[in-house]
């Protein structure tokens, strides 16, 4: 035996026997159990070594990615544990490494595959994974990530892994002399290779002394999910291409002259299958379940599954509606592919009201005080159907409705509880992989539960406002409509009770046809309002004179007492707009303060300031408001002080359409004083703006003061 042989066994007895006396002592010390895996993945290592020539090229390095990924397995865990590390500084630096060691990984598989088959010609370039160049980069990663280890290590925690820093550190360095040696020489030197075994036995010491020290840490370490499924997913593909290979060199030995082509074909199936395996929802569930159940303590990392049920509640996919995440969401917990949902409807039955790979069953309904609805109610459990099936008086006073014996591949039914009642149901159909619920997978399907209980409330509850602003909308819409026909049939009204006093007097016919041309205006303008779907601001823009508009006010008043009277000198000034609601809006006004005036009282417009800062006034010496009135309810729509006899929304209209216009209305009153309402107009322009600049005008008083200007 030679002297190199010797160190291999010496050094595979000292790793095995740390290992050991790792595993004893893991329990009262949270590093040994990594210690003793890495320890174990190095012993394997030498033993192999130790055979020297006997061992078969592929074996020898699969042996070194075994090592490799052993202890970089142990630092990559190290590095997730917050209460050991600086975990925010080592997050990106684990995305980063474990990115290099996956792509290492695969490269050293595929060298020790390549050293059981012959390369046909056109694959002569893959010889390069012969070359130690893969493995000194191997060895760089590993010494990085000791170097990283140990920088984002909590200071009061690094006394008791800086000798375990120390062996690893040492051990690859000296692995990246050997293979940059190799590297540049071609070829590795063999003391240096015999070397290792000696080199490694060294360390032995300083990675017991680290297994004492770890006492120091007191809370145990745990390994990441996701981290170890995808080891095990990549290690089993690793040992899977390795057996493929073997096998494949053997049918190519034993199958004569059709054992190239058979060896081609095993092995193209042989990778086809792994790449169905590693594609496959069902393998991938059934893999999470034999973890869950023989390597890990707890079943669900919880903080991944609630981000994730966070996550896919609130992601914005218009492909997929709202209630259909909230499925999703939960049947994400259990591996399931599909699922119902029921939620309670305004008379408190249960019904169906979104599907997710269920296809499209018929409507189905469960009643309030339906054996299913009320067994939920009462308990909050998670029935299991395929275990009621078989054992009915597990649930007590259940009993299954007939619809959903025909519900094809229905598992289990989750109850929704929100505030103690009964929000609703989902039914999540059989998952990708068998599996057996325990008390981990009730009590979190209850906790989701209640939180999709709360986020289907606020979807019902969201639906119901946009139902209700529909027919407030519709409501609102009526309400102005009968408004303006209230003040049309008033105008009607006054011809008709004068017509038979003055049904001789050419003056009034000709006033009454004007009131019936106005009156019929007014009505094609309804229509119109009616036709846009009560949209004001749909109406057109227009440019018109402040003075037209307030003329024709006080004309659609004058019939009324008191007569209004306009003062002020708004000649010059022109407003931006629909002409129409402005007057309306003011008519409004100005009719309110004509019902709240006695007969001898004075109702004045007065336009006060200049362009940029108009204000119309409409005051009154009538009967005056309250300030709580004021304050409280004369801006709402629907008050009012007329009783049956007013509608309550003018003056809630008449402030819309002097917002709508870049300003504001105001109101200051007294009981038995008046009421003086103020509107703000910045937009009013000088008339000579708009004749000079050619913008275009409706309104015959602007027509006039054009031809005026014009005949001057």
Known sequence: MDAGSIGYWLAAAAFLALAAVAVVLWRSRALCLWVALGALASGIWALVHAQGGAAPPALQYLAELVRYAGWIGVMLVMLGQPYLVNAPAARPLLKAVGVGLGVALVVMVLAALIHVLPLPEVFAGLVVLRHPLPYLVMAVLAAMLVEQLYRNTHPDRRWAIKPLCIGLAAVFVYDIYLYADGTLFRGLQVPLWDARGFINLLVVPLLALSTVRSRSVSQPISVSRQLLFHSVVLVGSGVYLLLMAGAGYYIRYVGGTWGSVLQAAFLFGALLLLIAFLLSGAARARLKVVLSKHLLRYRYDYRSEWLRFIDTLSTNDVEQSLRQRAIIALAEIMDSPQGLLFSRGEDGRLRLTESWNFGEPDTLVEPEDGPLADFLQRTEWVVDLKEYRANPELYHGLDIPHWLHNVQRAWLIVPMMQLERLQGFVILGEPRAPRQLNWEDHDLLKTAGRQLASYIGLLDATDALTESRQFEAYNRLSAYVVHDLKNVSAQLGLVVGNAERHADNPEFVADAMRTV????????????????????????????????????????????????????????????????????????????????????????????????????????????????????????????????????????????????????????????????????????????????????????????????????
């Open 517 to 712: 041309a106005n009156a019929k205006a007014r009505m094609d303008r309804i229509l119109g309002h009616l036709r846009r779907g009560g949209d004001e601001a749909s109406r057109q823009l227009e440019r018109f004179p402040l003075r037209d508009a307030l003329d024709e006010v006080v004309d659609r008043c004058r019939r009324a007492h008191p007569v209004p009277v306009l003062a002020g000198q708004p000649d010059g000034l022109v407003l931006t707009g629909s002409r129409e609601s402005f007057v309306t809006a003011v008519e409004h006004l100005v009719q309110n303060a004509q019902e709240a005036t006695p007969d001898d009282g004075v109702v004045t417009l007065d336009v006060r300031g200049g362009p940029g800062e108009t204000v119309l006034t409409i005051e009154d010496t009538g009967s005056g408001m309250d300030g709580a009135f004021v304050r409280e309810r004369l801006f709402r729509p629907f008050q009012t002080t007329k009783g049956n006899a007013g509608m309550g929304i003018g003056v809630f209209e008449a402030r819309e359409v002097a917002r709508r216009m870049g300003g504001d209305l105001t109101v200051v009153s007294q009981p038995a004083r008046g009421t003086c309402f103020s509107m703000q107009l910045p937009g009013a322009e000088p008339r000579a703006n708009v004749l000079t600049d050619g913008s275009e005008t409706t309104g015959e008083g602007l027509g006039r003061s054009r031809s005026q200007v014009a005949h001057h």
